[in-house]
């Protein structure tokens, strides 16, 4: 008789055999922090993970992105050990964690970062005010058109203003919609809304008619950022390190990470180590303002 | 082990059924409670994280899927039809094996390789030729779906014509038919229905692309006026929302019921082709 | 060949000039099929050469992914590939087996080869949709290559389904027949006779899968891929990078990345793909040439 058969099931069946007996053995000596949401912060949060892994060998830190709503959920959900966060928690989220019977949340501030508003670097537009930007962004917001703001964009076809946006669970897009508009405001249909900060950036470096945001540690000279005032008629304020840690600028804001109750352990001496010289070397490094 | 086999051989119903049921739970009660059905196909306003009015409405989703998908098939169609034709009926040998074998490494090409070649090539491409103030739109999401569909329909318009039985072929020829007039009147009418099952199984793959849309069609909630609008697709959507949601909220099952909405038009689409296709066989 | 078979009539010629345009056409589309496959390479392989080395490979992303390389991607990618086919490849082929040696021509069998079709068409992101709520959070596995690689599983199995049936119906029936004429079982017939005759055929089908696997970036996104990892998944538990959720993200996320090194992350995708693909059709041209029946 000819044993051959099923070989190849045979076979796959040993290698799933090996591959369970490998995960109910797989604890090993190494922590694992799962961390995890702003995509503003996701490179930052690499890089601490990145240099990290020389200073604690034994901790690994897993990485992933999708935006503060992503990390939240997770928090909330009870799947990471720390999460990333642009905006502040919303209310209705401390609730969430509540109603899961978790801790209360605890907020790190980590970095200081304002919003940029870019242009294309042919737009002439030197400054913009907050009112402005919402009756671009805004639902219920007139301003389609460049020619509506006072400004002719060479090379943009008709003139329309192509708004750049980001996805609905991205901090950054949070925080932006609620300084424009208001904590009850809502952004107008039809925008274009990027899985990432990079995606706004390379699209506004590309489009003549395009406006866009994303964090400091984004901006590159291949685009402008405009000026913000933060009422029509006021002086603007251009967006930089001390604008931003001041608070001066009117689009600043903290980056934040979050821990369930407080941070204990592995994840306290991460945290502690992000916050010492050598974790801020790197927010500066990565762009942003360190905190301090 | 033959009842490990019987018990494999139900398992596909019992994925289907798994998936269907399971998909549709976790949304029935945004469907069933929450939900305004009317709103819910009939209003373009997707508000899902809107503090004030959070309003989910997927028409103008519904509207991104169907353009860039109609955009897709005249596109696909005759590129697959065609080269369908060509290789059955037109080349042998060596050159039909080898047009076989592209056929079907193009439809290896992983979505989200089309997608970064959207992303990256076409789009200042599109803004260059088109004049077009954005190149991410239903143009660039349709030429890339296109392409990504052809293969699987010519793959089974291929099968279709090589089912048609060779007398059929030879009759045409000897009466003194070209074999383009075979082709278009012969051919064509008699590999009908197996045509039709190729061209729907290319719509139901195009519908649930999600990748390359994701990243070539600009994601913007919008009902597209021309091709060169941004738009968003339903697949798109639950891709980019999925990950933000808390479990069990109303937007994770809102999601999930854009995601029925989803199985719903590709497993009709599918039953469609499989009952033509059985239509056929059984006549 | 018409009414006077010596002499071209006009309609002759137009019949010969028809054919001739219909075909050039025909080529034409053809050949607009072979364009972009060749374009995607070339541009692929132009732009991602700079980045292309043997560290690209080798080494992990540094410097906030805009240097290094992708091994850890490359890795995970694996980790997924294996594990999906390990619990797809034989149910698929055991469903396969059921379905062409088994199963009678009933209302049952009929559904089943009709869920089959479905489950092939079901969106890869609807696959992603149960992956999360099943695996990940009813289940309890996490966001873990074990989740990851179940959904592929699932989205996999109707493809070696099918091919499995394909290479099974290849055998002929005479030599089924053959053998239960001596008396053998149903399972002995094909565990002795009919597996070993098809088994390079289904196994042609599961090395298709490994690419489709390989390629497959919906699924795996919410269910096991992560952004960046330190360190090589060293269990099913573990999270893992992989290229084409890597390809996402060096395209989409991560500022100020040469531009080249998406283009060769994409390069490498793409030919760990299409090498499988072409490995698996010239084993298949092989055995089809070497059949003896």
């Known amino acids: 008789m000819m044993p051959i058969i099923p070989g190849k099931p045979r076979y796959l069946l040993c290698a799933a055999l090996i591959v369970l007996a490998a995960c109910s053995s797989s604890n090993s000596d190494r922590t694992v922090l799962q961390n995890k949401g702003s995509d503003t912060l996701v490179n930052v949060a690499q890089a601490w993970a990145e240099n990290y892994s020389r200073v604690k060998p034994d901790v690994a830190v897993v990485v992933s992105g999708g935006g503060s709503g992503t990390g939240i959920a997770a928090l909330i959900n009870g799947k990471v050990d720390i999460a990333n966060a642009s905006r502040e928690m919303k209310s209705e989220e401390h609730e969430s964690m509540k109603k899961n019977g978790l801790k209360a949340a605890v907020q790190h501030t980590v970095a200081r970062d304002a919003i940029v508003v870019f242009v294309h670097k042919n737009n002439p537009a030197a400054q913009l005010s907050i009112q402005q930007l919402a009756c671009v962004y805004g639902e219920g917001g007139q301003c389609s058109t460049w020619t509506d703001l006072g400004i002719e964009v060479p090379g943009c076809a008709k003139q329309e203003i192509i708004r750049i946006s980001r996805q609905s669970n991205s901090g950054t897009y949070v925080f932006f919609r609620e300084a424009l508009l208001g904590k009850t405001g809502d952004f107008k249909l039809g925008s274009r809304d990027m899985q990432g900060s990079k995606d706004v950036v390379d699209l506004v470096t590309h489009t003549p008619c395009a406006i866009g945001f994303s964090g400091m540690g984004y901006g590159n000279e291949k685009l402008k950022s405009v000026c913000v005032a933060a009422n029509d008629g006021e002086a603007c304020v251009t967006p930089t390190a001390e604008t931003a840690a001041s608070g001066a600028y009117p689009l600043a804001r903290g980056l934040y990470m979050y821990t369930i109750g407080e941070a204990k352990g592995a994840a306290k001496d991460y945290l502690d180590w992000i916050l010492s010289p050598a974790g801020q070397a790197i927010v500066a490094q990565s762009g942003f303002v360190p905190v301090n | 082990m033959e009842f490990a086999i019987k018990a494999s051989g139900f398992s596909a119903i019992f994925f289907v059924f798994a998936i269907f049921f399971f998909v549709f739970s976790t949304a029935s009660e945004f469907i069933f409670e929450k939900m305004d059905f009317v709103e819910f196909l009939t209003s373009p306003e997707w508000y899902p994280t809107s503090l004030s009015n959070k309003r989910y409405g997927t028409l103008a989703l519904l509207a991104g899927t169907v353009s860039v998908t109609g955009l897709a098939m005249l596109i696909a169609v005759p590129l697959g039809l065609g080269s369908a034709l060509f290789i059955s009926e037109f080349t042998s040998g060596v050159v039909k094996e080898g047009l076989k074998i592209t056929i079907e490494l193009l439809a290896a090409i992983p979505s989200v390789v089309w997608g970064f070649i959207g992303l990256a090539v076409m789009n200042p491409l599109i803004i260059e030729v088109f004049d077009a103030p954005i190149g991410l739109n239903v143009l660039n999401g349709g030429i890339i779906l296109g392409l990504m569909s052809v293969p699987i329909m010519t793959t089974i318009a291929e099968d279709a014509l090589k089912a048609v039985p060779d007398s059929y072929r030879e009759a045409s020829l000897a009466l003194g038919a070209t074999r383009w007039q075979t082709a278009h009147k012969v051919l064509f009418p008699a590999a009908r229905s197996g045509l039709l099952a190729a061209v729907l199984l290319g719509v139901g793959r195009a519908i649930g692309e999600t990748m390359a849309v994701l990243m070539a069609t600009g994601h913007a909630v919008q009902i597209p006026g021309s091709p060169l609008d941004s738009v968003r697709t339903l697949t798109a959507t639950i891709a980019a929302e999925l990950g933000e949601t808390a479990a069990g909220s109303d937007h994770y099952q809102a999601l999930f019921a854009v995601g029925v909405l989803l199985f719903l038009l590709t497993f009709g689409v599918n039953l469609a082709a499989d009952l033509i296709v059985r239509g056929r066989s059984a006549r | 060949m018409n009414a006077s078979p010596f002499a071209t009539s006009a309609r002759t010629a137009t019949n010969r000039r028809v054919e001739s345009v219909g075909k050039t056409v025909l080529a034409g589309v053809t050949a607009l099929l072979i364009l972009p496959l060749t374009a995607i390479l070339g541009l692929l392989v132009i732009r991602g050469a700079p980045a292309l080395s043997m560290e690209f490979l080798l080494e992990a992303p540094t410097a906030g992914m805009t240097a290094g390389g992708v091994f850890p991607a490359i890795v995970g990618t694996l980790w997924l590939v294996g594990v999906s086919l390990a619990v797809s490849a034989p149910v698929g082929i055991m469903a396969g087996i059921y379905l062409n040696e088994y199963a009678k021509a009933n209302w049952l069998t009929r559904m089943v080869n009709l869920a089959i079709v479905n489950l092939a068409g079901v969106p890869s992101i609807v696959h992603a949709l149960f992956g999360v709520g099943v695996f990940v959070l009813f289940l309890g596995?996490?966001?873990?290559?074990?989740?990851?690689?179940?959904?592929?599983?699932?989205?996999?199995?109707?493809?070696?389904?099918?091919?499995?049936?394909?290479?099974?119906?290849?055998?002929?029936?005479?030599?089924?027949?053959?053998?239960?004429?001596?008396?053998?079982?149903?399972?002995?017939?094909?565990?002795?006779?009919?597996?070993?005759?098809?088994?390079?055929?289904?196994?042609?089908?599961?090395?298709?899968?490994?690419?489709?696997?390989?390629?497959?970036?919906?699924?795996?996104?919410?269910?096991?891929?992560?952004?960046?990892?330190?360190?090589?998944?060293?269990?099913?538990?573990?999270?893992?990078?992989?290229?084409?959720?890597?390809?996402?993200?060096?395209?989409?996320?991560?500022?100020?990345?040469?531009?080249?090194?998406?283009?060769?992350?994409?390069?490498?995708?793409?030919?760990?793909?299409?090498?499988?693909?072409?490995?698996?059709?010239?084993?298949?041209?092989?055995?089809?040439?070497?059949?003896?029946?």
């Open chain 3, 141 to 293: 596995l996490g966001t873990s290559i074990l989740s990851a690689s179940l959904t592929l599983a699932i989205m996999t199995l109707p493809v070696i389904i099918a091919s499995t049936k394909e290479a099974l119906a290849a055998v002929p029936m005479a030599f089924r027949e053959a053998c239960w004429t001596l008396g053998a079982t149903r399972w002995q017939t094909i565990r002795h006779v009919v597996l070993p005759n098809s088994i390079s055929g289904i196994l042609t089908g599961v090395i298709l899968q490994v690419s489709r696997a390989a390629g497959e970036t919906a699924p795996i996104m919410f269910t096991g891929a992560a952004f960046y990892l330190p360190f090589l998944p060293q269990s099913v538990q573990d999270q893992c990078m992989a290229l084409s959720m890597h390809l996402f993200t060096v395209s989409t996320q991560v500022p100020n990345v040469p531009e080249a090194i998406p283009y060769a992350t994409a390069l490498v995708l793409l030919s760990v793909v299409l090498l499988v693909n072409m490995f698996a059709i010239a084993f298949r041209t092989y055995l089809r040439r070497n059949r003896k029946w």
